[in-house]
């Protein structure tokens, strides 16, 4: 075959290949310039993602571990240890004696009452043998009296006799009630003489020795500490009065102790005790946590740094808290913006049309009938029609309804931002303000429910109305959008998002660039 036969068996092929690279080529520079145009897009800011995921809400506090109960045991006789029979983390049980105080001195008493009893008990039959001889002589005269044979006055000092008699008797019983009384003192002081446990439990400290002296002459000293059943705890936090409020019984706790640095423990909240304490004008309040300690890991006087865990979203929208906080340069393109929905000059319509969504939303959730569903309807266009005319003036320049809504539906609503106290004030007057128009507005539809669902419907409400609300900046195929987003739960790096305008793989402006930067 010839060369030129050869060249032309092959031209079809290579006009194949050269296409498929052109076309290749194309894409690929059409890839890179699409990506380049959003890069130069984005380019001038630093954004955020917003993603969906969990947010943990916790407040950070120390505490110390100690037993569920403590008990002291003492003694409540004077005397010297003959024997300490338990050490420090002996296992006792209920019973147990732990230590023994020479009980001669209370044996001696003890021999002491015995006589003592004894000897009352002769004076008993003394005075009873005199009582019968003194009764045996006043009836014989009481006989003779009788006859007159003797004179009245022998018969009365005869009675007199007697009744002298009963009383001796009664005399020497009394007193042999006392002495059985203090007998049994010294038989109980006895008893004392041997140191019991008088729980089950783990001996903590030991304060005595063999040979030691105990006096007890005005309280009961220290002998043994006991814990009871260390494998249950307790944890005794001060959370600092801030946060005191978000606190409740049943909320988990997680925390480390510095004994266990790669180990992560867990209670519940079991009370929040009213008493505060002040230090150093610090107010904090006692949170007792439950621990379960059923590994005896844990011991009793560790410091720990727990986190009680008050609020937990999951599967919420969320973006980090850089794009909620950025504010507009002066001068910035973005500083004019207003929120999309919302007039200009700064009226809330984009606020106002979120709050009827809301709204909407929270009806749902009542099973309304439908004269319920009728009511709401017409609150509900009463309420978008009163908007409607504020935005109205709000655009012709009235600065009285100006101020108020940009106040309300401006970057200071809440959130991340912090405000000024006169901020504060206006924005506490503003809630108070709006939530007696929506109370009057909605009134008709709230007499209308029954006691369940005016409570939610309430419950919703005062939370609609004290949602934090912020206006961010997303970008929209390259350009920068002003909208309103709701505020929930934040962990302090990220923020619970929601509303109409804010969705699952948004970017949100969290800072511009400056020139060199962007370069």
Excluded: C
């Excluded at 504060?424 to 503003?430: S, Y």
């Amino acid at each position: 075959m010839s060369q030129s036969s050869r060249s032309r068996s092959f031209s079809p092929l290579r006009k194949i290949a050269v296409a498929a690279a052109v076309v290749a080529a194309l894409a690929a520079g059409g890839y890179y310039w699409s990506k380049h145009k959003a890069a130069d897009a984005a380019g001038g800011y630093r954004t955020e993602t917003v993603q969906r995921g969990d947010i943990r809400v916790a407040i950070s506090a120390t505490g110390t571990l100690s037993a569920i109960t403590t008990v002291t045991v003492g003694s409540q006789i004077s005397g010297q240890v003959t024997d300490v029979l338990v050490d420090f983390n002996s296992p006792v049980k209920k019973g147990d004696i732990l230590a023994k105080i020479d009980p001669s001195t209370y044996q001696a008493q003890l021999e002491q009452g015995n006589a003592q009893i004894a000897s009352a008990r002769a004076q008993l039959a003394q005075a009873q043998a005199t009582l019968r001889n003194a009764s045996a002589d006043f009836q014989r005269k009481s006989d003779l009296a009788a006859q007159k044979l003797i004179a009245r006055s022998d018969l009365d000092l005869s009675r007199t006799s007697r009744d002298q008699a009963q009383a001796q008797v009664n005399s020497a019983q009394a007193l042999i009630r006392q002495q059985s009384a203090a007998l049994k003192t010294t038989e109980v002081n006895i008893g004392r003489a041997v140191i019991r446990s008088p729980v089950d439990g783990v001996v903590l400290t030991r304060t005595i020795d063999p040979g030691q002296t105990v006096a007890a002459s005005f309280s009961a000293p220290v002998l043994f500490t006991i814990a009871e059943d260390l494998s249950k705890m307790k944890i005794e936090l001060a959370v600092d009065e801030s946060d005191i409020g978000q606190v409740r019984e049943g909320q988990t706790v997680s925390f480390t102790a510095d004994a266990f640095p790669n180990r992560q423990f867990a209670g519940v909240v079991k009370q929040v005790r009213m008493a505060a304490t002040t230090t150093n004008n610090v107010v904090t309040y006692a949170v007792v946590v439950s621990v379960d300690n059923s590994d005896g890991t844990l011991l009793p006087g560790l410091t720990v740094n727990a986190q009680i865990e008050v609020s937990k979203r999951d599967g919420v929208l969320k973006v980090g808290n850089a794009a909620l906080r950025f504010k507009p340069a002066d001068g910035s393109p973005l500083a004019d913006m207003k929120p999309d929905g919302a007039a200009p000059g700064g009226s809330n319509g984009g606020r106002g049309a979120g709050m009827g969504e809301d709204l909407q939303n929270l009806a749902a959730t009542l099973s309304l009938k439908p004269e319920q569903k009728a009511a709401f309807d017409a609150a509900l266009e009463e309420m978008q029609r009163k908007q409607a005319e504020r935005a109205a003036q709000v655009q012709s320049g009235s600065p009285q309804q100006g101020g108020g809504s940009r106040l309300f539906g401006g970057a200071g609503m809440g959130g991340p931002r912090r405000s000024g106290g006169g901020d504060a004030n206006m924005m506490a007057q503003m809630r108070a303000r709006m939530r007696d128009r929506m109370n009057q507005q909605f009134s008709a539809f709230a007499a209308s429910l029954d006691d369940a669902q005016r409570g939610k419907w309430n419950a919703g409400m005062d939370a609609q109305i004290n949602a934090k609300r912020v206006m961010a900046y997303k970008l929209v195929n390259g350009k920068p959008q002003a909208v309103m987003i709701k505020l929930g739960a934040s962990d302090g790096t990220a923020t619970e998002v929601s509303g109409r305008s804010i969705k699952e793989g948004d970017t949100l402006i969290s800072g511009e660039r400056a020139a060199a930067e962007g370069k």
